[in-house]
């Protein structure tokens, strides 16, 4: 009964030309199920068909649920999501391979975005900040969709201790990193925590200092009175108006910024990033890679992309970028810090050198960023000055 009824208020909002904003979309239900008398039973029909109309149908109890991060489906049987803990199956199927494949289609429109045989891959962003990914066969056996849950907590450095994801010690370096205005980047695979720990650090600048937000899609949460933020925007259905990550950064440089930061960069943008990190400005980047032993050649590849050879791109990476805190996650499903690492020139090419690890404890650079934080007047940590050690 219940698909026959969204079919009915479907098929009486696209007669009448209508968007299914919420007050419409309650009138044409009450139109289509005037034998419904029930107030209870009216709002649960009310939930079910927004969901399936301008929701995102069987997913949107997920969505909802605190702590979902992240909600994938494989194929009509196999949806899975995650809180924190790994990904979990979840009791949620759909009718049938059609009935993802018009979700996916549905979701890619609202965003202006298609989806078809023509246009088989999809990455867009909703309208509530929740990042869409769609793929319909015949790439993929299924059609399948990923969507990446915008954070809803504002989450301090505090909370990330709590909640075992960064050691106390750990998080005293961390804070240093901030007060000295060191720049840094964050690394590590994707569900890491990156972009929360990042929102976390730049949320302690002093109120006075603008931070100038770069991103792909609004994913930052940051718990701070002078935050400027820019988006990508994709190009439309015609192939124009395209604004990405490299020219946002340039004309983050003309907006008077204390610290820049940048969601994520992972091509050419890193070019004109580095040049306003040598120029005076502060900032933080999230970067995915393996290990912090890994970060030089992600640094040289996307360098290449830009047409800068390893060399150039070691002297911008080691003059612009202090740390490195690289993130993983443990067997039990948390985020957590495992690294911190220091950059450097080594022969023309950059280096890394350990500050700290989990798994090896104080490193030989702890020295090394202990006298750059008592130079710039903040307080050294006790953990770099070898008093305070950190295990796994």
Same mark, same amino acid.
């Given at each position: ?208 200092? $603008? ?21 990508? #925007?994709?190009?439309?259905?015609? @192939? ?9 950064? $340039? ?76 993130? #993983? ?19 023309? #090419?950059? @280096? ?41």
């Amino acid at each position: 009964m219940t698909d026959l009824l969204i079919d009915r208020v479907r098929r009486r909002l696209v007669e009448r030309g209508l968007t299914a904003d919420a007050g419409l979309l309650e009138l044409a239900l009450r139109e289509e199920a005037d034998g419904v008398v029930d107030d209870m039973v009216f709002d649960g029909l009310r939930r079910e068909v927004a969901a399936e109309i301008v929701g995102a149908g069987p997913l949107e109890p997920l969505l909802a649920t605190p702590g979902v991060t992240d909600v994938v489906v494989n194929s009509p049987a196999a949806v899975w999501f995650d809180r924190g803990r790994g990904m979990e199956r979840a009791d949620v199927r759909f009718a049938d391979e059609a009935a993802v494949r018009r979700l996916a289609q549905r979701l890619a429109a609202t965003s202006g975005r298609r989806l078809d045989d023509a246009t088989p891959c999809v990455d867009a962003v909703l309208a509530d900040g929740t990042r869409l990914h769609a793929v319909v066969p015949p790439i993929s056996e299924h059609t399948t969709l990923s969507l990446r849950v915008l954070a809803r907590n504002r989450l301090t450095l505090e909370d990330l201790v709590a909640a075992g994801s960064v050691a106390a010690p750990v998080a005293e370096v961390l804070r240093g990193l901030v007060d000295a205005k060191l720049t840094f980047v964050l690394t590590g695979g994707t569900g890491t925590g990156k972009t929360t720990l990042l929102g976390a650090l730049i949320a302690r600048a002093a109120p006075g200092e $603008r931070l100038v937000l770069i991103e792909d899609a609004a994913e930052l949460v940051v718990d701070h009175p002078h935050v400027v933020r820019l988006v990508t #925007r994709a190009a439309n259905v015609e @192939g124009a108006g395209a604004v990405g990550l490299r020219e946002l950064v $340039r004309q983050s440089l003309r907006m008077r910024p204390d610290r820049l930061v940048v969601g994520e960069f992972r091509g050419a943008e890193m070019v004109e990033l580095l040049v306003a990190l040598n120029t005076g400005h502060e900032g933080g980047a999230t970067l995915h890679a393996n290990s912090a032993a890994d970060v030089p050649a992600r640094f040289a590849a996307l360098g290449a992309l830009a047409g800068l050879p390893e060399v150039s791109v070691a002297h911008l990476v080691a003059s612009a970028i202090d740390v490195i805190v690289h993130l #993983r996650r443990a067997e039990d499903g948390r985020r957590v810090v495992s690294e911190i690492a220091m950059l450097h020139r080594e022969d023309e #090419r950059l @280096g890394v050198t350990s500050v700290w690890s989990a798994a090896g404890g104080i490193g030989p650079a702890a020295r090394a960023l202990a006298a750059r934080l008592g130079a710039r007047g903040t307080t050294v940590p006790e953990m770099l000055l070898g008093s305070a050690g950190v295990g796994p």
